[in-house]
Nanobody, 125 residues
Framework: VQLQAYGGGLVQAGGSLRLSCVAA????????MGWFRQAPGKEREFVAA????????YYSNSVKGRFTISKDNAKTTAYLQMNSLKPEDTAVYYC???????????????????WGQGTQVTVSS
């Protein structure tokens, strides 16, 4: 499986970005997806996850109400819509795929078998 993440960039605090993650090489429609981020000097942290159908979503407390995860199975693409961005959201964002359609421990990076290359998000104050 290959995952290609893009859509990062530089944005002012309060602005928005939408990240995309295109998957190739696997039955995307039966897979769960997640987004993680890693800031310099920090561990990779969970941001959001979505089950195979897109019906169930999960968020970290730090982004809940501001970010929205979704997946379009027809386009084999997952999205992360990020609104009301804050400087502390600055990080490299990674998309990840798990072969489990549902009921996996969404917050654990080890639950995901495939990872994208990361896209930088920088939020200026």
């Amino acid at each position: 499986v290959q995952l290609q993440a893009y859509g990062g960039g530089l944005v002012q605090a309060g602005g928005s970005l939408r990240l995309s993650c295109v998957a190739a090489g696997r039955t995307f429609s039966t897979s769960g997806m997640g987004w993680f981020r890693q800031a310099p000097g920090k561990e990779r942290e969970f941001v959001a996850a979505v089950t195979w159908s897109g019906q169930d979503t999960y968020y970290s407390n730090s982004v809940k109400g501001r970010f929205t995860i979704s997946k379009d199975n027809a386009k084999t693409t997952a999205y992360l819509q990020m609104n009301s961005l804050k400087p502390e959201d600055t990080a490299v964002y990674y998309c990840a795929l798990t072969s489990r359609p549902a009921n996996w421990y969404v917050r654990s990076p080890s639950e995901y078998e495939f990872w994208g290359q990361g896209t930088q998000v920088t939020v200026s104050s």
